[in-house]
């Protein structure tokens, strides 16, 4: 079962546009951010992560309720990096195709890697609270979704993942937002 964390917002959000670039294929061990040719002399090469060496899985919190964690883990026998596409594109609803906004701030100083059988996690928060207690902002679009589309690039077709726990889930698609991958859950948590 996916252990659920306590995430906490603690101020306005920051957004950046989502990204349009397809993950490039390689990247050298030495500076994760920087792409090599596959064969590049002198370079070992790493491969971006692809849906088919993943598994992906999502928990809804209980309290509060405005929030996911979504997990993905490598079920491959070889280290994958999301370099090129460092945050998971949702798509949240059939209404409003398009992908949750990432949260600045979140953006870890290195892309993150997974290794064999290594975990990553993303924060969503399902809408914008404008009031205490987490409550919608007035006008919200909210659904209650029990499964949403995750992408690594933009224009392919989404891994439809299940929520856990208490679902459906009560999502506003227009103002929901997620975190880059993070590398540990207490990261995650802090979203």
Known sequence: ML????CQTGGAEQAEPVSSDVSPATSPSAAPD???APGAPGTRTRVACT?????????????????MLLTVTNVSDRTCTFAGQPYPLLRLSDRHPAAARPIARSKPRTPVELRPDGTAYATVTTA??????????PGSKAEKISQFGVTLAD??????????GRAPVPVD?????????QRSLADAEKW
């Open 173 to 181: 698609p227009a103002t929901a937002r997620v975190t880059y991958w």
């Open 155 to 164: 224009r392919s077709d989404p891994a439809q993942v299940g929520v856990d």
């Open 51 to 67: 849906p088919d060496m993943l598994r992906f899985h999502a928990g809804a919190e209980q309290h509060p309720a405005r929030h």
């Open 34 to 36: 920087t792409w090599a």
């Open 3 to 6: 252990p659920l964390a306590a």
């Open 128 to 137: 914008a609270p404008d009031r205490p207690g987490g409550r919608s902002a």
